[in-house]
């Protein structure tokens, strides 16, 4: 990590320790008048997931077992009514904790496969502003973060095992500019940002491909507890530095649904690599996932159903980067049926949620004639994973994650995901 980075760190972990004594003090009592003025808001937090895996199979039809610390960020949130300005920075330090990527059979993206990437450093740094015109919300946004597209990072979600659809459901750590309206229950934003992906965990967008891919989305809100979406991106060429590679083409689906004790969401999405008209590469994904939570223990379970591009593969667990015109061996469907149990533990600045996941993967190719045929790889076309571990979060929780300005849903930084939701 480079010294600017550990610079921002010791910054913000000694905000974080002012900002959980100053939380500690407060007290829940306000006086009616302090309500009336609009007042700055500070939100400071980290959080990890140290977890332990198990595995059978994985990649060349191993069995494997692995400990990990996952998730590791620290955040700060920044709202300024009065100046109507705000500012959002994540620091994720998996490329420290797991350098090597996460065990997870099924996952893919940014040249690792069946092991989940550690995300950049810098994961999130958005400033912007915002304000009202006849009765319609506007704001602006800039910097380093998510584009407008897809469903919530899977990080604030309540399984820690990222879903296999991630680089088919989200487009993140992109240098963005936004723009979104709020008129009633309705919500607009567009995007325009740069196409390449990172390549590694110090990786920072190239600037001088920024404009070259854009992305909109529409969110309908016709009650607090009721969310529905549809988005759309082109990104041009994503695996390579440079443009010269294939372009996306993303369309995106969802139906969220959530109250104090319940969770629901389901979305579809579709990419299509390469022109339009023409012909190319298309992944599928469906998925649906539901927490139910009771002071005793909270239950989750998840549907997926998604493509995979098999690409040669340089070690058991990498891709080419960049890939060629011949990586592409066979595309997979992974159907995945997953369980989580966990239970919220609550002392003074630290929520804890140990949980215990397990899930059951079934693997099948898509095209007859593919030189990927998974039962031959791994050895069967089904495979289990079991997962034991802890959301740690000391501080402010991050919140959903993904949307600015006025296009964030209401309670965004009140919340952590369905952790802290579960406790209410």
Same mark, same amino acid.
Request: charged share 20%.
């Given at each position: ?49 140290? @977890? ?6 994985? =990649? %060349?039809?191993?069995? @494997? ?8 960020? !620290? ?6 009514? #009065? ?7 994540? @620091?994720?330090?998996? &490329? ?12 893919? $993206?940014? $040249?690792?496969?069946?092991? #989940? ?56 750590? +992109? ?41 909109? *989305? ?8 009721? %969310? ?5 991106? +082109?990104? =041009? ?29 389901? %979305? ?32 989750? !379970? ?10 040669? +593969? ?15 061996? &066979? ?7 997953? /369980?989580?149990?966990?239970?919220? !533990?609550?002392?003074?600045? !630290? ?9 059951? @993967? ?13 039962? %031959?790889?791994?050895? *069967?076309?089904?495979?289990?994973? /079991? ?29 952590? $995901? ?7």
């Amino acid at each position: 990590m480079n010294r600017t980075a550990l610079v921002t760190l010791a910054a913000l972990g000694s905000l974080l320790a002012r900002e959980a004594r100053a939380q500690h003090d407060h007290t829940m009592a306000q006086d009616d008048k302090s309500m009336e003025a609009p007042r700055n808001r500070v939100h400071l937090g980290a959080s990890a997931v140290p @977890l332990y895996t198990s595995v059978d199979r994985t =990649a %060349e039809g191993q069995k @494997l077992h692995e400990a990990a610390l996952s998730q590791a960020v !620290v955040h700060a949130h920044f709202q300024l009514p #009065r100046q109507r300005a705000f500012a959002s920075l994540m @620091l994720n330090l998996e &490329g420290k904790t797991i350098p090597h990527g996460e065990l997870t059979t099924g996952a893919w $993206g940014e $040249g690792y496969v069946d092991r #989940r990437h550690p995300h950049t450093y810098l994961h999130e740094a958005v400033i912007g502003a915002s304000d009202s015109v006849a009765g319609v919300a506007w704001s602006l946004a800039g910097g380093h973060g998510f584009a407008p597209f897809g469903s919530d990072d899977p990080m604030s979600r309540p399984f820690a095992k990222y879903p296999v659809n991630h680089h088919l459901a989200q487009v993140l750590e +992109r240098t963005i500019a936004i723009g979104a309206v709020r008129w009633g229950h309705a919500t607009l934003e567009a995007a325009s940002f740069n196409g390449d992906e990172p390549i590694a965990p110090t990786s920072l967008p190239t600037l001088r491909r920024f404009g070259d891919s854009w992305a909109a *989305r529409v969110t309908a809100r016709p009650a607090r507890t009721l %969310e529905f979406s549809a988005s759309w991106a +082109r990104i =041009a060429s994503p695996e390579f530095r440079n443009p010269q590679g294939i372009f996306q083409w993303k369309s995106h689906a969802s139906a969220r649904w959530t109250d104090s004790r319940n969770y629901v969401l389901a %979305e579809w999405a579709r990419t299509h690599e390469g022109e339009p008209a023409r012909e190319g590469y298309v992944f599928l994904t469906t998925l649906v996932e539901a927490q139910h939570c009771s002071r005793a223990l909270n239950a989750a !379970v998840r549907f997926e159903s998604a493509d995979r591009p098999e690409e040669q +593969r340089t070690q058991p667990f990498r891709t080419q980067r960049p890939a060629n015109d011949f990586s592409l061996v &066979g595309i997979t469907r992974w159907t995945t049926t997953a /369980l989580q149990l966990s239970h919220v !533990v609550t002392g003074g600045l !630290v929520t804890a949620v140990p949980f215990v996941e397990g899930a059951l @993967l079934h693997a099948s190719p898509q095209a007859k004639g593919a030189f990927f045929v998974p039962a %031959e790889y791994y050895g *069967r076309d089904h495979m289990t994973m /079991l997962t034991v571990g802890s959301r740690v979060a000391l501080g402010a929780p991050h919140g959903r994650m993904g949307r600015y300005g006025v296009a964030q849903p209401p309670g965004t930084h009140e919340a952590m $995901g369905n952790s802290r939701r579960c406790t209410e």
